[in-house]
Each structure stands twice: as structure tokens, then as C-alpha cells.
């Protein structure tokens, strides 16, 4: 069996290198629509995306990253000119689970349009400083969230890695 969702589940691929030019308006419309169609826990749509394109934010969130990575001389988004948090209520059991799908359906829809994503950590621990605080609120998002993930978003600038095989023991069948 295949189809076109299959055929973007296969060969999607976290991309770590970008063009520095950003992506059009509808295209981080069409994968931030993507994210909101994300199953949650319950129906609660308790996740919030925060697509991030201000240089100067950009900046700041690099630095954060870097310092919760312990690497200040590194650029955890790799370039990228878009760099998408995803946030959930904390006090949710399901916050981790929900803003995971959101980030996943991010980076599928970003792969079916011909732009490179990745999966970023370290989003928790960015928000949980005193300087990533005042940065969540300066986006709009208040204390009852926490950082889930990141995304680094933009046109790739080289060949997409090729797929390791699938282990055979994957799955089972009972």
C-alpha cells in the first residue's frame, strides 16, 4: 500500500544545514495550519505554536539554546531562518504527547512543500531560565506553559540524508 502521506513519512529527514533566504508567508502558513490539525489528549488543543522570523529574536533564541546545551559556540538551529516553539500547559499529563503530534505534523507538512525541518531540544529547558521567561511572555506565553520542542524551518541547502534501514524487529504482530 502507498500514498502520498506514506511517501512523506518515508522520506522526510531532520535537515541541519539551510539557505539563509526565508521562507514565503503561505508556506509557514501551510505547515503552522498543519501543526493546529495535531491530535491532543482529550480535544483540549492546548498546545500553542510561536513561529519566530525576527532576526534579532532569532539571535536571542540561538543563545539560549546554545547556553542549555552547554555549547555557546554552536548554532542548535543550524541556520535556519524560522525557528517554530511549540508550548503546552505544564499542568496537562498529556503536554509532552500533544505538543509532540503538533511538532510532527510541523515537520511532515514542511517536508510535502519542499522545505527542510529538524526537531530541536532543549525548548523546556530555554523557558525554565530567568532570561526564558521574560522571553515567553515576551511572545505572549504565560507561565502555565512549558517549552516542548523547537523546529528549525528553511530551504535546504544540501541533499537530504539518505534513510537508514528499518530494523527488522521494529514491530510485532501478535
Known amino acids: 500500500m502507498d500514498n502520498e ?19 514565503k508567508d503561505d508556506e509557514l502558513r501551510t505547515i503552522l495550519e498543519a501543526g493546529t490539525w495535531a491530535p491532543t489528549g482529550h ?4 498546545p500553542i505554536i ?4 525576527d ?18 559556540n554552536v548554532d542548535p538551529y543550524y541556520g535556519a531562518p524560522t525557528i517554530i516553539l511549540v508550548f503546552s500547559k505544564a499542568e496537562n499529563p498529556n503536554c509532552v504527547k ?4 503538533v511538532i510532527s ?3 511532515l507538512a514542511a517536508h510535502s512543500i519542499g522545505l ?6 532543549r525548548c523546556k529547558e530555554m523557558f525554565a531560565t530567568a532570561e526564558g521567561r521574560r522571553m515567553a511572555l515576551r511572545l ?7 517549552g516542548v520542542g523547537c523546529v528549525s524551518v528553511g530551504y535546504i541547502a544540501h541533499a537530504a540524508p539518505a534513510p537508514v534501514p528499518r530494523k527488522s524487529d521494529y514491530y510485532k504482530i501478535i
Request: hydrophobic fraction near 40%; proline fraction near 3%; aromatic fraction near 4%.
Open 5 to 23: 502521506v506514506l511517501k512523506a513519512i518515508r522520506e522526510r529527514r531532520s535537515i541541519r544545514r539551510y539557505m539563509p533566504q526565508q521562507i
Open 43 to 46: 480535544g483540549t488543543q492546548d
Open 50 to 53: 510561536i513561529a519566530v522570523q
Open 55 to 72: 532576526p534579532e529574536i532569532c539571535a536571542i533564541l540561538r543563545r539560549l539554546n546554545a547556553e542549555a546545551l552547554g555549547n555557546a
Open 98 to 101: 500533544d505538543g509532540s503530534l
Open 105 to 107: 505534523n510541523i515537520m
Open 116 to 121: 527542510g525541518s529538524c526537531w530541536i531540544n
Open 140 to 146: 505572549g506565553i504565560s507561565e502555565s506553559y512549558e
